[in-house]
Structures are given as C-alpha cells and as structure tokens.
C-alpha cells in the first residue's frame, strides 16, 4: 500500500526567528521520523519546538533550512498551491481549538474539508469513523449544542473523514476535562490499531503521551530521546530528568 515505511519525516530541519539579538533557535538539526500505522506523540518543555515541529511537518511553517516529508513527497520544496492541495488531501488537522463552524451541523462539519475539495465522501467510510467516535445520535446537533468532548470528536472525525495518510494534532485534550480528554485519546489510539490511521500528537501531557506508541523528546529545538511502549509514569520520569537537567546547566 504504501512505497515506504515512512509517513512523514524530516532531515536537519531548521527553524530561525527573528536575526542579530532577537534571534531565536526554535528547531536545532532536528531528524525525525513517523511510521505508517504509528500512534507517536511530541513531548518537551515549553519552548521546546514541539508545535513548530509539527507545523513545519506539516507544512503549515517554513523551514529555515534542512528538509521534510510527508511520504514520499518533499514538501519544503513545493510551491504554496501545491502545498494547500497536500494538505487538504493528504494530512488530517486536530487542534486544541475545535475550529467547528457554529452554523453547520456535526455532520456538516464533518464533511466539510470534502465539499471544499468537491469530493464525495465514501459512505462506509464515513459510517466507520462516525460510529466510531460515537457520535450517530448528534449528527444532526450543531456545536453549540454539544459539550465540548463532543466537539472534539466531531473535530477528529472531520480529521479521519477524508482518510488521511497522516493526523497531526496539537494538544488535542487540552480544552477537555479528564473523561472527555481519555475518550479522545482511545478514539485516536484505535483510529491506528482498527482504522490503520498514522497520528501525530503534540502534548505536555504524560496521561495523554501513555496512550502513544512512541514517545519523541524535544528540549531547546533539539530530539533528545525517545520512549517506544511508554507508560503516564516512565513520560513523567523522563520529563522530570530534562527538567532537572534544564536547570543545572
């Protein structure tokens, strides 16, 4: 099915802002890659380059230098038209904010990235990821009429509707309580196992990162570690070393 292992990556990415005294370092050399079928998560301090990592793998930042791929496709040659048609077709988005339109349905919203792109969506599909995320009895209910765990799931599915080859999604339980937030988190950890999605999460989180498959480490822009099977308990350990070291160097 796919060419390669390998679902998105990078090599040596590079991401300066700013110049002279303000110049910031947000992304140091940083070679990274996700597997195909991967749940992986992004962990780091604040300030680390997790969020600009994921964005400049997404194609939703520039790079200052050094490359990235979303399969077999360099994307930080690609021009800006062409970066807008992979995105929308090929990378699923789940950000904190459930950027729902208030006027649509959940249904609506969820197939909306689909009417943009003028494309029918497959039924079964759409059956499958709906039922999945539990959310058969809302279809009809617009966002305000739904809590906000809702909202996030009716967020994913719009993710998974139009069958990625990649999510990416930035704190995805962070406006959520705990229960809402461990629903999300099951639904994307099966989204891989029974759906064969790839899903890329950046989180503080250790609860959230324990449902991952791979945890990768950043600290000062830079991978410093990675955790394959991670436990809430061994994320924690391991964020609590950075920290200690972060403030005695």
């Not at 990592?53 to 360099?74: K, Q």
């Not at 709906?130 to 009809?140: D, F, I, K, M, Q």
């Not at 989180?205 to 991670?230: H, N």
Request: glycine fraction near 8%.
């Amino acid at each position: 099915m796919h060419p390669s292992t390998s679902a998105a990556r990078s090599v040596g990415l590079n991401k300066v802002y700013g110049a002279g005294e303000t110049r910031v370092v947000a992304l140091d050399n940083v070679s990274v890659e996700f597997r195909h079928g991967e749940f992986a998560a992004i962990m780091g301090p604040s300030g680390s380059g997790k969020s600009t990592l994921m964005y400049c793998m997404a194609g939703l930042d520039s790079v200052s230098s050094g490359s990235a791929a979303i399969g077999e496709t360099e994307i930080t040659t690609l021009k800006e038209a062409q970066l807008t048609r992979l995105r929308r077709d090929r990378i699923g988005f789940v950000f904190q904010a459930f950027n729902l339109l208030p006027t649509l349905t959940a249904l609506e919203n969820i197939t909306l990235p689909l009417d943009i792109a003028g494309r029918e969506p497959d039924q079964e599909w759409l059956a499958k990821v709906v039922a999945a995320v539990g959310l058969g009895e809302r279809l009809e209910h617009r966002p305000s009429q739904l809590s906000g765990g809702q909202q996030q799931r009716v967020a994913v599915a719009r993710a998974l509707a139009t069958r990625p080859e990649i999510i990416f999604a930035d704190e995805p339980t962070g406006n959520l309580d705990s229960r809402s937030g461990a629903e999300i988190l099951t639904f994307l950890r099966n989204s891989v196992r029974e759906l064969g999605q790839t899903v890329v999460m950046v989180t503080h989180d250790p609860v959230a990162a324990g449902y991952a498959d791979r945890v990768v480490f950043l600290a000062d822009g830079r991978v410093v570690d990675e955790l394959t099977a991670p436990t809430a308990d061994a994320v924690l350990d391991r964020m609590r070393r950075f920290e200690a070291k972060g403030r005695t160097s």
